[in-house]
């Protein structure tokens, strides 16, 4: 199996199912569409976007579909077995994904979308007053790898990179349609970028003091340091581990302490813990965040640029107030 790009931070986690990087040979024109698989569904919709009706994707984990508990089905292998490329996020975020490769038999090529990304690490403490904070399970708790931050995209700037990546990949799979990925994804990338450029016009407008929330697990930290916000997180990397009381109390401590002005559920996580520490501190309740899977279809939140454009809507009602 050929793979495509590097594994920044979270390699290791790969090695034991992929052969050794290399830069795929150009393939012949085929008939039909070029098989795609997709880890989950914010790579679903890139690929989707980038490879419109040239490419038959399949999303292994879906719309609200919960990527750190996953467990991969038959149908699953069957369904990596018989494609021809597969695009994964990289940086140990797809922790279960090695065993299925090995089960699938799967003999394309792997794309990692996060090649090029500098790797956020979980315990360095951010400058500027975005320091990201979190507490509960450790983090390496479900597999992922040392203290590495595998929520890339969550910075719209890795978000660009991303669709670069996987068009290029796309245009090497499959040359006949080659320049239609690359444009694709170029005008993908600049929309991507557009929209950074908006998201952070609409931080710069708050004050420092409102730069501070809640969320249910460590998943915007690239977007914390990207926007200038400070993230509490209730868990940390994975959202199987519970916060001990203790965890909790120290929580709610801080939130008094540094008044911290809202409580965010994540549509991945439970919203029982962010209502119970509301009710204690009295801190706003906020929508609901998309971070690691994107709304059903139909919703604001189905596309990886809507996902930003509902996020940014949920904070600026909560954090303008």
Same mark, same amino acid.
């Given at each position: 199996?050929?793979?495509?790009?590097?594994?920044?931070?979270?390699?290791?986690?790969?090695?034991?199912?992929?052969?050794?990087?290399?830069?795929? $040979? =150009?393939?012949? #024109?085929? %008939?039909?569409?070029?098989?795609?698989v997709a880890s989950f569904s914010i790579l679903g919709d890139m690929v989707k976007q980038i490879g419109g009706s040239d490419v038959q994707l399949d999303v292994l984990v879906g719309p609200d579909g919960d990527a750190h508990e996953y467990e991969p089905t038959p149908a699953d292998a069957r369904r990596l077995a018989a494609a021809q490329v597969l695009v994964v996020n990289g940086l140990g975020f797809e922790t279960w994904l090695p065993k299925l490769v090995r089960a699938s038999g799967?003999?394309?090529?792997?794309?990692?979308?996060?090649?090029?990304?500098?790797?956020?690490?979980f315990s360095a403490d951010a400058s500027g007053g975005h320091a990201h904070v979190h507490t509960g399970d450790k983090h390496d708790d479900h597999g992922h790898e040392s203290n590495i931050d595998p929520h890339a995209w969550q910075n719209l700037a890795n978000g660009a990179r991303y669709a670069r990546n996987i068009g290029?990949?796309?245009? $090497? =799979?499959?040359? #006949?349609? %080659?320049?239609?990925?690359?444009?694709?994804?170029?005008?993908?990338?600049s929309r991507i970028e557009a929209l950074d450029a908006r998201v952070k016009q609409a931080f710069a407008g708050l004050p420092p003091e409102r730069r501070r929330v809640v969320t249910s697990h460590d998943a915007f930290g690239y977007f914390g340091d990207a926007y200038r916000m400070t993230f509490i997180s209730a868990m940390g990397v994975s959202t199987e581990a519970e916060p001990s009381a203790a965890d909790v109390a120290r929580i709610i401590g801080q939130i008094r302490q540094e008044k911290v002005p809202a409580v965010f559920v994540e549509n991945v996580s439970s919203p029982k813990l962010a209502q119970q520490i509301a009710r204690?501190?009295?801190?706003?309740?906020?929508?609901t965040l998309y971070s690691d899977a994107l709304a059903k279809p139909g919703l604001p939140a189905a596309t990886y640029l809507g996902m930003f454009e509902w996020n940014l809507s949920q904070f600026m009602a909560a954090l303008k107030q």
């Open positions: 199996m050929a793979t495509v790009g590097v594994l920044g931070g979270g390699g290791s986690a790969y090695a034991q199912a992929q052969d050794q990087t290399q830069t795929p $040979a =150009a393939a012949p #024109a085929q %008939a039909g569409p070029l098989k795609v799967f003999k394309g090529t792997t794309v990692v979308a996060s090649e090029g990304v500098k790797p956020r690490d290029a990949a796309l245009a $090497a =799979a499959d040359v #006949a349609h %080659a320049d239609a990925y690359r444009q694709r994804a170029e005008a993908y990338a204690e501190t009295g801190a706003r309740v906020g929508g």
